[in-house]
């Protein structure tokens, strides 16, 4: 009677048994599934406040250039420079528009260049500025240098710089001597004014040309002479363009720091920091990769520039070899001989007898 009670009894437990050794893979599979989300769960945890943190320097860095714009704004302001100091504070009211005293000086700068006066020939001609564009001089003999005179400074008075230009070289080559300071004036005028237009547009070269001849003739003003400085940084970091990225990006970063206005400065060494990155992370030098990386977030912030950064950052730290402890409880090495040809030459510690 009592084996078969056992007998039942251990039937019995068998399904029980064979029920929990298939739950057991589900359980270690449920198990696995909750530790890999509370791992996927930490690393967007860890990958937000990455971003969140990038995105909160990069605001500070933006503000903090701005606020030097604004700065150097009202420097300008005080230093007669009307223009250059309007050009950087419609820079900063572009990106903020409730900038601090922006606004109140871009009225200030306003009213400063509505008081200064063009420049005028040093003999003073009245001069009647029309809408129209003026024609130009038949090539050739001028027959009266005093007409011909008289339609340059109507030329320069319009802001024809191009026609004025020419016309006046013309000019003193046929008369050197007739009103020469009169037409230095206006040739200083031109080439400045002329020069200044085509530096702050495509043709930086010959703009830098045409201020090089100003030069000659008289003192530039200085907010001129920045940007001559701009554009030569503009013009070398250009010409290292897809060559010497490290090159390019010394320049670059010189004139995003001074003038992050002038031709999209900070544009282009974002751009050259990119670049020069990616070339170290093609060489697999992940840890300079990592630092350009981190500087070109600084201008700005991209999906595709986070994931390289990241990529740099993992990649660095295998990179890197961890430093070892250093080797105690060594013995000095005494006693050392020379080598002599070849073959160890040990110093006797006696003299020998004398047989």
């Known amino acids: 009677m009592s084996n078969r009670v056992s007998q039942g009894s251990e039937s019995a437990d068998q399904p029980s048994a064979l029920a929990k050794k298939k739950k057991r893979p589900l359980r270690l599979v449920g198990l696995l599934l909750i530790i890999f989300s509370v791992l996927f769960g930490w690393f967007l945890l860890i990958a937000f406040l990455g971003w969140q943190s990038g995105q909160q320097q990069l605001l500070d860095k933006q503000f903090a250039q701005l606020d030097r714009q604004v700065e150097l704004a009202e420097a300008d302001i005080a230093q007669g420079n009307y223009q250059l100091a309007l050009t950087r504070l419609e820079w900063v009211l572009e990106r903020d528009a409730k900038a601090d005293g922006a606004q109140a000086l871009r009225e200030q700068a306003l009213l400063g260049l509505g008081a200064t006066p063009e420049p005028t020939p040093v003999t003073a001609v009245t001069v009647t500025p029309v809408s129209t564009r003026l024609p130009t001089a038949t090539p050739g003999a001028i027959d ?207 003299t020998p007898a004398t047989p």
């Open 144 to 350: 009266s240098p005093n007409d011909e005179l008289l339609r340059i400074q109507r030329l320069v008075a319009t802001k024809f710089w191009e026609e004025a230009l020419p016309a006046l070289l013309a000019f003193q080559q046929q008369f050197p001597s007739f009103e020469r300071r009169e037409t230095d004036q206006l040739l200083f005028d031109v080439y400045l004014n002329y020069g200044l237009d085509l530096i702050t547009g495509e043709q930086v070269e010959l703009g830098m040309f045409y201020l090089s001849q100003a030069q000659r003739l008289g003192d530039l003003p200085q907010s001129v002479i920045d940007y001559q400085t701009w554009a030569e940084l503009y013009t070398q970091g250009i010409s290292f363009y897809g060559v010497n990225w490290d090159a390019s990006a010394y320049y670059f970063r010189d004139l995003c720091l001074a003038a992050p206005f002038y031709r999209s400065s900070c544009e282009q060494l974002f751009t050259v920091l990119l670049s020069l990155a990616d070339q170290y992370a093609v060489a697999q030098d992940w840890c300079p990769a990592q630092l350009l990386y981190e500087e070109a977030s600084q201008q700005q912030t991209t999906a595709v520039l986070i994931e390289k950064r990241t990529e740099a950052q993992e990649m660095c730290l295998l990179a890197t070899p961890t430093p070892s402890e250093p080797i105690t409880d060594t013995v000095p090495i005494t006693d050392t001989s020379p080598f002599i040809g070849g073959a160890p030459f040990l110093l006797p510690t006696s």
